[in-house]
């Protein structure tokens, strides 16, 4: 593995006064209000959010700028970085010219040219991932008769149980793909589920969950390189079911989890992008040679996205040839490195920038969390994964608790992992990120490098709680 070095913005990235919607430890269903600065949806609100992120992005970049050591700097956003007041951002022109994430592009393309140095070096910078729909106009859509139906039903279902807890507590972001029916289940949580069953089967809107990856080394590139990804697996914590507002569930005027659906594509063909115009988690910048890029959005990794790809072949049916994955990305809120995902190559680095939830030993476990679920860094095995990880504590403008947290990991020299089986799911051979010896746990890679936090003393109602901080895996 070349010198490289790895930094993550660590910032809570989710809605505000997360709760779940109704009293049932079982409810994976939240409420909460996103954040931002557009007054409404109008183009020129919209465009205002949007710079005031793309500023804070290259502010921050800028800061870090001179820290860097080596050749390879990469600095990764979490999930949902990009969201308005409603969620999603609509599916507007800006500057009549380009849409939401258009527009992110072509900006960041023009700024990063702009302030990148002329040093030889390379410069990774990821999006961890913006919320984009379909729906133009959303005083129209949220008002029409299908979405106030589909709201009074669910009115319905959770009057008798609807969640009016103020406690400051955390709720989890843990992703959860689907609505597990446990036999214990409340009557009230079997119902809302049922009726979530039905609206996903029969979307009133698409929301699309994207990322961009840019790349450039100002002396060998004359343009910025970029790269869009997109998310796969739908959570149901991807958006919230509203608010709650005199005793009722309210749209909060956003675009909710039983309003929207994300759109359906098959990785039956490789998952490797082969132009510009393809989202797939997989592509191959020029300078790699025969290596990949991967990156999967949260609950994508959780189901071994890009796990499921590897060797790959265009002689055995994919779009194109998967080559060996150098380097492994997880942008997320609510996600960390599982050892039944990991799919870098040996020697090979997975780096996990998280916007929403804290690190545990167990995934999911509450009794597992790493220091107690106080911020600070932390060393070991986490998920079956050897990794060097920092945790961030916040407290909200409304005094609620969330996190945020950061993770680096390396295979080791010897990991070898094949072709998935799909009849064997997690139990397929696992990557190897550490030795043991004697009692004692080690990756020469991973244990190479020193976790730092920069604090970055900013604050801005774009986001629930502070801009957060930078977790820097320096180097030794």
Not at 134 to 149: A, E, K, M
Not at 158 to 183: A, D, G, I, M
Not at 282 to 305: A, K, M, S
């Amino acid at each position: 593995m070349e010198e490289s070095e790895f930094m993550a913005w660590s910032i809570y990235t989710g809605p505000s006064n997360l709760h779940t919607v109704i009293n049932d430890d079982n409810c994976p269903w939240v409420v909460g209000q996103w954040t931002g600065i557009n007054k409404n949806t109008s183009k020129e609100e919209i465009k205002q959010d949007l710079d005031a992120r793309i500023a804070y992005i290259l502010r921050s970049f800028q800061k870090i700028i001179p820290l860097y050591k080596t050749y390879n700097r990469h600095f990764v956003l979490p999930e949902f970085f990009f969201h308005c007041k409603e969620g999603p951002y609509p599916n507007i022109k800006i500057d009549e010219q380009f849409y939401p994430l258009e527009y992110v592009v072509h900006k960041m393309k023009e700024e990063l040219k702009s302030i990148i140095p002329n040093d030889n070096n390379y410069y990774t910078v990821i999006i961890g991932s913006m919320l984009t729909s379909n729906i133009s106009d959303y005083s129209t859509f949220i008002s029409s008769d299908s979405v106030v139906q589909r709201l009074e039903k669910l009115n319905d279902i959770v009057s008798s149980s609807l969640k009016l807890s103020s406690n400051k507590v955390h709720t989890s972001w843990l992703r959860n793909s689907s609505f597990l029916k446990k036999e214990n289940s409340s009557d009230d949580l079997t119902a809302i589920n049922d009726f979530m069953e039905e609206c996903r089967a029969n979307p009133l809107a698409t929301v699309r969950n994207r990322g961009i990856y840019f790349i450039y080394n100002k002396t060998l590139m004359k343009e910025v390189d970029y790269y869009v990804y997109e998310k796969q697996c739908e959570s149901t914590v991807d958006l919230t079911m509203g608010i709650i507002e005199q005793n009722k569930i309210s749209t909060g005027g956003m675009i909710t989890e039983w309003m929207a659906n994300y759109p359906s594509y098959s990785i039956i063909k490789g998952d490797k992008q082969i132009n510009k115009l393809s989202t797939n988690s997989r592509f191959t910048p020029e300078f790699l040679g025969n290596c990949d890029i991967g990156v999967e959005i949260c609950l994508d990794h959780r189901f071994q996205r890009l796990r499921r790809t590897v060797d790959m072949t265009k002689v055995c049916g994919a779009d194109t040839d998967n080559f060996p994955i150098i380097r492994q990305f997880i942008p997320s809120g609510g996600m960390q490195i599982l050892d039944y995902s990991v799919a870098a190559n040996c020697s090979s680095v997975i780096f996990n920038a998280d916007g929403c939830d804290k690190v545990y030993t167990e995934y999911g476990n509450e009794s597992t969390v790493i220091l107690n679920g106080e911020a600070g860094a932390y060393k070991g095995i986490t998920c079956g994964v050897y990794t060097k990880s920092i945790q961030s504590k916040w407290v909200d403008k409304l005094g609620n608790t969330c996190y945020s947290h950061s993770q680096l990991s390396f295979t080791t020299h010897n990991s070898e992992i094949g072709g998935f089986n799909n009849a064997l799911g997690l139990n397929n051979v696992k990557a190897s990120t550490y030795k043991a010896e004697e009692g004692n746990i080690q990756n020469a890679l991973t244990d190479s490098y020193k976790p730092i936090v920069i604090d970055l003393n900013e604050d801005s109602d774009l986001f629930a709680a502070t801009m957060g901080e930078i977790h820097y895996y320096q180097p030794k």
